[in-house]
Each structure stands twice: as structure tokens, then as C-alpha cells.
């Protein structure tokens, strides 16, 4: 075994460090490299000590102001209001860097931006607010200021006929009459001031010297009978006059546009019976529209049925899996939803839809309930203008305290949807609408607008109008959710969407 050779040729302690001897060019080289290494880590120890260290916190306010339009309708009059409120915002963000300014930079950027998104929120739920509190009142207004209207008209009608046809015959035939009621009038007046005890049987002497008067029998009958009859029979008679006024059809009452037009009915289905009316709507099957979120859209009684005044549509999880096609592919999936179309039944092209709809009982991820318009034919998809969905409202069991209206089209701006349609029990019944015309879509809950979009396409060179100047189908789908939205092992199942009504007007 060969003694090892070391670098130093002499004097080499047990360190290896040189006492007396001059070391070669090999060993300054490895000392030189030891120095540099040690400098260099102890430089990347300061740094990183630095970075712990400069860790800043920033406090940053807001104002933001927000404008919010609300409509609200009382008994068929509406009231509409558009409000502008500021409101402050408070973040706070704490951000560590290499250097001080560094940290404050970045921790005052996210602060800012945190205040911004309160300030926002609390600018548009305060505009909100009131805009729907002076809405209410105007409608409460107009409804009120219309309900004397119809008054006059009846009230002076009646009033001379029951006074003409009455008053001449009392009048007149007891009239003579009465001149020769002063004589038994004074005989009993007298009489009992004079004898209290005797006269009693004089008390119904008056009724028998009214024996001649069988003519002032009569007396009274007119002059108290004929009088309540007069006035009590024009009272009802104002009542039919308004309901005259009122028109009503398939839809209910009769709905005012803007301008002050009155509203077409051209669709409307209460679901009542105990089937889908079939010349209304069809399935819309996943074999049929190609259509699949992990689930198999299916026509039958345990998804789709009409029962008790409403459309039930129904996601299920089966005990054994199901199998449909979609598109030519095989879906095999535990899980069947069902959804209904007027495709091939009715279209409409701008005007106003509502839906009366409850959502499924579900707050946790896994469901997914859909009331949308989408064009019979996809007329510009071709042209990069986007489908021109238009999305009532969406309800993502997720976020089980709001629903999400959404227009679909290629647009420059950003209010094509709003994520905070706040809705108080979505598992309630409540009324959803959308009205489309050529400039706006204006989407409500309950009548209160929680989006209101101009159209307005990325390029400018296309008609006004465009993708929305087409014929479009409705549609109410329950489905199952996906990515965020996917079922977990607390998603309940059967998740039902209930729809009472839906009424369409052109």
C-alpha cells in the first residue's frame, strides 16, 4: 500500500495548514479558491439575512364611486332609478423584500388594489341600495296616481239616475198626505203632557188615527226605504269600470315598454298538467345536442317531469352507471341531469323574457342550474363575433347566495357579466328576466337590474346590434358541475331545478 502523497513538500502539521515551507503553485491556487468561497457564501448569508429581515406592512385607502340603475315594478306600474355613490376602501398588505423600499413598493401596490376592490363593492351595494329605494317609490307612485283614474267616470254615471228615479215619488205622493198628519201629531204631543197614566192607550191611538191615513203608510216607506237603495246601488257599480281597464293575456297583465307601449305576449307555459307540453318544448338530450358535463342529459320521468304546477329537472347520482353518446365518443358516467329547449318550437328576436324558477338545495360544490337564450342557428360563429349566448342567470352551488348572468360575444368591455347578483335564498321562488333591444341587454332578479350591458363589439366596423339581432331559443338546464364547480363526497344528490312560469313578450 502506497503512503499517500500530499501537497506540501515539508513541514506539514495535522491540519495540512503550512508552518515553514513554502507551498507550491497548486496549493495557493486551492487556498485562493477556500477564501472565495467562504466570502461568497458568507455574502449570500448577509443577503438572505437582508430579505428576512425588510418585511413591511402597508395600509392604503380608496374612493371609488359607482353607478348602479335599478327598476322595480308595483302592481304593473314601473319605477326606475339610476344613482351614483362614492365609498371608501381599506386594504392592508404585508410584503417581504431585499431591501426596505422594495417591500413598501410592493405591500403599497397590493394594499391599493385591495382598496380599490372594497371601495368598489361597497360603492355599487350603496348606489344599489338607493337607486332600488327610489325605484320602489316612483312605481309606488305611479301605481297610486293610476288608481283614481278610473273614479270619475262611474262615480258621475250612476249618481243622477238612483236620485231622479226615487226622489219624484216620495216626494210627490205623501206630499198631500203629511198636511193631515199635523192633527194626529198634535193630539198625542198634548195628550201626554197632559195625563201620563191614562193615555197610554192613547199612546196607540196615533197608530189608530193613522187608520184613515193607510195612504201615510206609505210615508214611510218611501222616505226611508227608497234612500239607502239610492246611494247603495251605485256603489258596486264603479267596481267593473276598472277591471274594464285592465287588459290581460296568456302572460297576465298587460307589461309597458319604456316608451310607454304595451308588450306582445308571444310565449307563455304555467307547466300545469302532469306532462311537458311537447309543442312547446323537447328534451334536449346529450345524444341529441352533443352536449356533456361529465353527466348524461336524458328523457326520462326521474329527471324530467311536470308535477304539481311546475318543470322539474333533476341531476342525479345513479347506483349503476348510465352510458350516452356525445358527438360519436361514449360517455359512461354514475351521473343524469336533464334540460328542455324551444328549439324547433319557438324563437323570439329581442324582447323580454322571465322565468319563475327555485334553485336546487345544494351549497356545496357539484351542481350547476342554467336559464339562457342561444341562437337557433349560430348566424355570425363564422364572423369572430362569438355565439351571442345570453345567460339569464347561472347558479353554481359553490357560491349558494348569488346567480351570474353573462353575455357571451366578443367585446371591448368588461361588464358583459356581474359576479355579485346577490339573491336572498335562491332555493326560494324568484323571478329572472332579461330585455334585449338593439343598443342594451338588461338582466333582473326579483325586478331589480343586476346587469346592464351595452352592446358593444371589439369591432367597431360591425352593425350595431350584432350578434344579438338573431332569433334565439330558451332553455333550462340542470346539469352537473365542473373544474372549480365539480362534485366532492359532500355534494348532495338528487339537485332539482323548479321553474313555475316562463313568459316571453316581443
Known amino acids: 500500500m502506497q503512503p499517500a502523497v500530499h501537497p506540501f513538500t515539508e513541514g506539514e502539521n495535522t491540519m495540512g495548514l503550512v508552518t515553514s515551507a513554502r507551498p507550491s503553485s497548486t496549493t495557493a491556487k486551492v487556498v485562493a479558491l ?39 315594478h308595483v302592481d304593473g306600474h314601473r319605477g326606475e332609478a339610476t344613482v351614483r355613490r362614492s365609498a371608501t376602501g381599506r386594504g392592508t398588505a404585508t410584503v417581504k423584500a431585499a431591501t426596505p423600499q422594495r417591500a413598501r413598493a410592493r405591500a403599497a401596490t397590493k394594499a391599493r388594489e385591495r382598496a380599490l376592490v372594497q371601495a368598489r363593492q361597497r360603492a355599487f351595494a350603496t348606489a344599489s341600495a338607493a337607486a332600488a329605494k327610489i325605484a320602489t317609490a316612483r312605481a309606488e307612485q305611479a301605481a297610486a296616481a293610476a288608481e283614481p283614474t278610473p273614479e270619475p267616470t262611474p262615480a258621475a254615471t250612476p249618481s243622477p239616475t238612483p236620485t231622479a228615479t226615487p226622489a219624484p215619488e216620495p216626494t210627490v205622493a205623501p206630499s198631500p198626505e203629511p198636511v193631515a198628519t199635523p192633527e194626529p201629531t198634535v193630539t198625542p204631543s198634548a195628550e201626554p203632557s197632559a195625563a201620563p197614566s191614562p193615555e197610554p192607550t192613547v199612546t ?47 302572460c297576465g297583465k298587460t307589461r309597458s315598454k319604456d ?64 352510458t350516452c353518446t356525445a358527438n360519436g365518443s361514449t360517455v359512461t358516467t354514475p351521473y343524469t341531469s336533464a334540460s328542455v329547449t324551444t328549439w324547433g318550437h319557438y324563437t323570439m328576436n329581442r324582447g323580454r323574457v322571465e322565468i319563475r324558477a327555485k334553485m336546487p338545495a345544494s351549497s356545496r360544490p357539484g351542481v350547476h ?60 321562488w324568484h323571478t329572472y328576466a332579461l330585455e334585449w333591444d338593439r343598443e342594451r341587454i338588461r338582466v333582473e332578479y326579483d325586478g331589480q337590474v343586476c346587469l346592464d350591458h351595452a352592446i358593444r363589439t371589439s369591432d367597431t366596423s360591425v352593425e350595431q346590434g350584432r350578434p344579438f339581432d338573431q332569433d334565439y331559443t330558451i332553455n333550462l338546464t340542470q346539469m352537473l358541475g365542473v373544474d372549480g364547480n365539480k362534485p366532492t363526497s359532500g355534494t348532495t344528490f338528487p339537485a332539482t331545478l323548479q321553474v313555475d312560469w316562463v313568459r316571453a313578450w316581443q
Not at 210615508?219 to 277591471?243: D, K, L, Y
Not at 318544448?281 to 311536470?306: F, I
Not at 371591448?412 to 347578483?421: E, Q
Open 369 to 428: 342550474s342554467a336559464l339562457w337564450l342561444f341562437p337557433q342557428t349560430l348566424k355570425y360563429w363564422g364572423d369572430g363575433l362569438g355565439t351571442g349566448e345570453m345567460d339569464i342567470a347561472e347558479f353554481y352551488s359553490q357560491y349558494p347566495d348569488r346567480l351570474i348572468p353573462t353575455v357571451h360575444y366578443a367585446t371591448s368591455t368588461r361588464d358583459y357579466t356581474n359576479y355579485f347578483c346577490m339573491v336572498d335564498d335562491p332555493t326560494a
Open 34 to 72: 477556500i477564501l472565495v468561497a467562504l466570502a461568497a457564501s458568507t455574502l449570500v448569508v448577509a443577503q438572505a439575512d437582508a430579505a428576512r429581515s425588510h418585511r413591511v406592512t402597508v395600509t392604503k385607502t380608496a374612493t371609488v364611486a359607482k353607478t348602479a340603475t335599478r327598476v322595480v
Open 259 to 322: 316608451d310607454g307601449s304595451a308588450w306582445t305576449c308571444t310565449f307563455a307555459d304555467d307547466f300545469t298538467g302532469n306532462a311537458l307540453d311537447r309543442s312547446r318544448w323537447s328534451p334536449a338530450t346529450t345524444e341529441a345536442t352533443g352536449l356533456t358535463y361529465g353527466d348524461c342529459w336524458v328523457d326520462r320521468p326521474q329527471n324530467l317531469e311536470v308535477k304539481g304546477g311546475a318543470l322539474r329537472l333533476t341531476t342525479r347520482k345513479e347506483s349503476e352507471p348510465v
Open 204 to 250: 196607540p191611538s196615533p197608530e189608530a188615527t193613522t187608520a184613515p191615513s193607510p195612504e201615510p203608510t206609505a210615508s214611510p216607506a218611501p222616505t226611508a226605504t227608497p234612500t239607502p237603495e239610492a246611494t247603495a246601488t251605485p256603489t258596486p257599480e264603479p267596481t267593473p269600470t276598472p277591471e274594464s281597464t285592465t287588459t290581460s293575456d296568456d
